[in-house]
């Protein structure tokens, strides 16, 4: 059975930094596109950013570029999103996504940036 499981999430000051992971059990996770997405408190969920099953390719929501970096170990079956200078605009619940012949959604971890 396929699952995502998301980590890293939690509260944060504004201008501070956090590491989410999603480790995947998938069988050869290493032909998935992966992904993060999030969703706000009445806001539709959006896409933060994606890399390609080798990693050779990245992409990013105008929102987080230059702030947010997507990586991956196909050797440990995990993704990250390490989140850097954090907004409070970037509150939200974030999701891991794993794409190949379908589409397989981690259940999400909470990230709170307040002061």
């Known amino acids: 059975q396929v699952q995502l499981v998301e980590s890293g999430g939690g509260s944060v000051q504004p201008g501070g930094s956090l590491r989410l992971s999603c480790a995947a059990s998938?069988?050869?996770?290493?032909?998935?596109?992966m992904s993060w997405h999030r969703q706000a408190p009445g806001k539709e969920r959006e896409l933060v950013a994606s890399i390609t099953a080798s990693g050779g390719n990245t992409h990013y929501a105008d929102s987080v570029k230059g702030r947010f970096t997507i990586s991956r170990d196909n050797a440990k079956n995990t993704a990250y999103l390490q989140m850097n200078s954090l907004k409070p605009e970037d509150t939200a619940v974030y999701y891991c996504?794993?794409?190949?012949?379908?589409?397989?959604w981690g259940k999400g971890t909470l990230v709170t940036v307040s002061s």
């Open positions: 996504k794993a794409v190949r012949a379908y589409d397989y």
């Open positions: 998938l069988f050869s996770f290493s032909e998935y596109t």
